[in-house]
């Protein structure tokens, strides 16, 4: 049986570009980044959320304590 590390790969590589994304200055195009987070985590299987939430939740919350205003509503609208 072949395991993929791709969605290994996407964990590791989801705070730098959630990161890259809090250097962006045009709000629909952070909007697009946070909609393939979001994409992302709704493709793990829901009993492994316990163990990829940190990672991608607290990337996205940093970016929302950094960003404020409608980004922060928006990232708290989609973690709901």
Request: proline fraction near 5%; aromatic fraction near 8%.
């Amino acid at each position: 049986r072949k395991t993929s590390i791709l969605p290994n790969v996407g964990l590791q590589a989801t705070p730098a570009f959630v990161e890259y994304l809090g250097k962006l200055s045009d709000d629909a195009k952070i909007k697009a980044g946070i909609d393939m987070v979001i994409k992302f985590r709704k493709q793990i299987p829901e009993q492994y959320w316990q163990y990829t939430d940190p990672a991608l939740k607290g990337s996205l919350e940093k970016l929302a304590q950094d960003k404020g205003g409608d980004i922060a509503t928006y990232i708290a609208e989609k973690l709901k």
